[in-house]
């Protein structure tokens, strides 16, 4: 398949996946309002400018934890049971196609997300501007992609969606301890050790 009719096919698949979300709109709107209710909770009990703006921008990381670890392998481990991917196979179409188009639907997802998060911390929260915009918006998209990285991992080791669905629980419950516990100062040293070794609390420390 010659790189321009790769990009027509993907360009379709995207559309076609944008729609079937849209018509289930409970992960998007998830994915888009989550954090930035979240920062409204609990930013505003931050009197410290310092503190608040930290907080929020460490919020960042909920909408990549949201595709990444539910979103997207759910998805990618549906199509499976469904066959469709098999069914692929004897189509000039490949499924890789599907895989790459589902998390550009989910980064654009994930980004408008932590857009709003940022416009609601400026206007609402009044937290001070990132003093290096670029290097968050960076660590936000690597964010992103590890995250669907992981997402993928999961989807290649679980076969089935239920038990995707009680992995991906329990996983992004841990990730969102330590995103509100053990980036705590108060947190005991065992529980900020164990937060050491997971992703979201790398990504808290680029984005912050």
């Known amino acids: 398949m010659s790189a321009k ?19 289930e709109p409970i992960g998007f709107i998830f994915i888009l309002l989550f954090p930035s209710l979240m920062a409204l909770l609990l930013g ?8 608040a703006t930290a907080r929020v921008l460490s919020f ?5 934890m949201v595709f990444g670890l539910m979103g997207f392998p759910i998805t990618l481990v549906t199509y499976r049971e469904r066959g469709m991917l098999r069914r692929l196979r004897v189509t000039p179409l490949s499924p890789l196609l599907y895989l790459v188009a589902q998390a550009l639907v989910g ?9 709003l998060l940022v416009i609601v911390g400026l206007t609402m929260l009044r937290i001070a501007p990132p003093v290096q915009p670029l290097g968050v918006a960076v660590a936000f998209l690597l964010g992103t992609l590890a995250f ?9 080791i679980i076969t089935t969606v239920r038990g995707l669905q009680v992995a991906s629980t329990i996983l992004f419950g ?6 509100f516990v053990a980036s705590s100062p108060d947190a005991s040293p065992t529980v900020q050790t164990i937060a050491k070794w997971l992703p979201i609390e790398h990504m808290m420390r680029l984005v912050t």
Do not use: Y
């Not at 009719?5 to 018509?23: N, P």
């Not at 960042?60 to 990549?64: K, M, W, Y």
């Not at 980064?107 to 857009?115: A, D, F, P, R």
């Open 44 to 51: 505003l009990q931050q009197a410290d400018q310092q503190v």
């Open 107 to 115: 980064t654009v997802m994930v980004v408008l997300g932590g857009l």
């Open 174 to 179: 841990g990730m969102m301890f330590a995103l």
């Open 60 to 64: 960042l990381g909920i909408s990549p």
């Open 148 to 156: 669907i990285a992981i997402g993928s991992f999961l989807s290649s």
């Open 5 to 23: 009719r790769l990009m027509r096919s993907l360009t379709k698949i995207v559309s076609v996946e944008w729609k079937l979300m849209l018509r």
